[in-house]
C-alpha cells in the first residue's frame, strides 16, 4: 500500500514537473506542441518605397511600390526554425523620417519579438537561425536570436563580416560572429525529414537561400526570399538590372522546377499583393 502511494506521489510529481516546464515565461500562451509541421508568417514590417525600375519594371507595371517584410517561423515536432528577422524592432513606432535607408523608408508596427511571444514562443525556444540573406530589411534582430544555431553559408558569412560589410546591417547581426554556426552546402535537409528545406539561390547575394517547408494540409511553400520583389517580375519576366549577369536567372529557373516537381506554391515574402490576403501569426499554415 505504501508503495503504491510513494509510486502515485511521484506520478503525480512526474505530472506537475512536466507541466511546470511547458509553462512559459510571464503569462504567455504555451508553445505549441505539433504532430504536423506548422508555419507562421509574421509582421516583420514594411518597406516604403517607390523605385520599381531597380527591380526593370515600370511604375505602371507595379500596382502597389511598396514592400511587406516577413519573417517566417516553422514549428517542427523536431524543433523551430526562424527564417529572416525583419527590420529592426527599435523601429516600432517610428516615423520613416528618421529611418531611410536611402530612397525607402521603413514602417514597423509591432516588434518581432511580440510577434513569436503571441505564439509562446521567446527567443532561447528557437532552436535554428536561418536567414534568406544578410540585406538589412532581414537581419535586423538577427543579435536577439544568436543563442539559436545559426544555419549559415560560407558565401554570405564572408560577405557579412567583410570590412566593406552595409553598417547599419551589420548592427543588426553582429553578434552571430559569436553564434554557434552550423555550415550548411546546397539544399539543406534542417530536420533530417524532407519537410523544411534551404534551398540554395545565389544571385541577390552570394549566399542567398529560399525556405521550402512540406505542409499536411497546405501542401508545399516556398518563401522564395528576395530572388523575386514584385510578383510582376515573374508575370512579366523582369529582373533587377544588377542581377542579370549574376547567379538569379539560374536559381529562379532551379526554383521553377522545385515548384514544379513538388508541386508547391511559390511565396514572395515582398510582394504585398501576396503579403495582404497571407494567413497572419498567430494564424498558421499546417
Ligand atoms: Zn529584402
Redesign the pocket.
Known sequence: MALKRLAAFFAVMACCLAAAAQTPPSGLPPLPKVSDVRLYVLDCGT?ISHQPERFGLAREDVPDPD?S?PCFLVVHPKGILLFDTGLTDAQVGRPIYENKMGYEGQLKTVSLKGELANIGVTAPMITYLAI??S?W??VGNANDYAGSTWLARKAEYDVMFAADANAVARKGYAALAHAKIQYIEGDHDVFGDGSVVLLSTPGHTPGHQSLYVKLARTGGVVDS??LY?YTAEKTLGRMPPREQSLETPASRKKVDAFLARTHSQLWM??AIDWYQNAVKAPGWYD
Do not use: M, Q
Request: no cysteine.
Open positions: 518597406i514592400f517584410d534568406s540573406h540585406h530589411d532581414h526570399g528576395d520583389h515574402g515582398h
